[in-house]
């Protein structure tokens, strides 16, 4: 991860990663059956479809209910949230409905007045929908996402300049895209950032009523782990797709037009049904436009702001002062390695680090005796070594726990000399030839 992402310090906050299960379980149900609803896994969308009529009624009750259900930061599992939602004052859940919703008459119709009763209603509604939907796929996942929530936390977040990042920085960093106007007005007070690795939503934002923390959930991107450096080429992929006259044509017309069906696209070009075809596949690729199936044979297309948005982001990210010293470290780190395999047997090259080390063992022979006649040159002719020396030696040179195997394997080949008493050892200098 580069440092560029933290070149504005002004107005820092707190960025951490958890695993949140409340929030994180409360999320994905919602998603379910939510009008505007966060993008989603298309197989977790699907799930939408075995939802009755009834339930999905019960479920846009939620809206209204909103800050009743927001869950408490400490929350451990999400049926431990359902116990809390269970014990809170019933009063809790007499929000008003909004007067401007058009599903407000049948809710009052459907659900209870009483807000007891209510509670009881949306407890047992989010209970059931937890269960048959949702548990047992989250205990599946739960380990490996707790796991890559440690590994984030001890990989980014634990780094210097993360204590320094404002929330604008950290937003972008862990979206991995430059955020959208309503992402950024939930920036607004907020001291603390959680990022919340969600096995369904894509990614979303959202202050949970909290006055001062952002939780950001989201799928996991292993872009967030990455220490090298952006290149060039994940830049300018993306970047080709835009350079083209037509292709800039063709946004327009999605802009314009909203999604369309690629014969419509083709008649309103100047161009082949081929041609026409290869570009939308090439903008496809870029992440510009969105691509379904229309039900049939054709295929629908949809601006995606999003792709924008990534290059933006990938562009400014290339661009850094940061960045450009990454690879101009990169580059001194891969002139070392030359200049410290020059001169070793190709065989050995693979295995040495810009300092000269080995830093594994080959299973195959022949370089395992390569490697032996690499780490017995460091030795000096007849100088005698205590053992401690020689482990000294071997693991300034061999980067591996198992360096006293090493010398063990050295001694039996007799390219080490030992005495009886393992008191010394030297190496031997080949006997000379005298000339006749």
Known sequence: MSNALFASPANPVHAHAALAPAHNALLSLWALTADAAPPVEPAFAELAA?????????????????????????????????????????????????????????????LPADPTALQQRVVDHLRTVWHNLVAAEWARQAPLLAKLTSSVNEVVCSQPAWSAA??????????????????????????????????????????????????????????????????????????????????????????????????????????SQGNVSRHLKQLVNGGFVRERRAGDANKLYAFNQAGVQRLMYLTRQLLSSDNAQSIGQRLQAETRLNQARAGVPAILQPFLDESGRITRWSSKLKDQDAMLAYLIGKFELERGYTEKEVNTLLQRWYLDADFVLVRRTMVDTDLLKRTRDGSRYWVEAAPTTEAA
């Open 50 to 110: 075995q939802l009755a009529p009834e339930a999905r009624l019960q479920s846009l009750a939620l809206r209204p209910q909103g800050a009743a259900l927001t869950p408490a930061a400490d929350a451990t599992s999400f049926e431990a949230y359902l116990d809390a939602l269970a014990e809170k004052p019933a009063t809790a859940f007499a929000a008003p409905r909004d007067a401007s919703d058009a599903t407000a008459p049948t809710l009052d119709a459907a």
């Open 166 to 271: 404002d929330g604008y920085a950290t937003l972008r960093f862990l979206l991995q895209t430059e955020p959208a106007g309503d992402q950024l007005q939930q920036l607004a007070g907020v001291q603390r950032i959680i990022l919340v690795w969600s096995p369904h939503v894509l990614a979303w934002c959202s202050r949970f009523g909290s006055a001062d923390t952002l939780w950001v959930l989201r799928k996991f991107d292993p872009q967030l782990l990455r220490r090298d450096p952006l290149t060039r080429a994940e830049v300018l992929g993306p970047l080709s797709a835009l350079a083209d006259d037509t292709r800039l044509r063709i946004l327009e017309l999605l802009i314009e037009n909203g999604e369309q069906r690629a014969q419509a696209i083709i008649s309103q070009l100047d161009g």
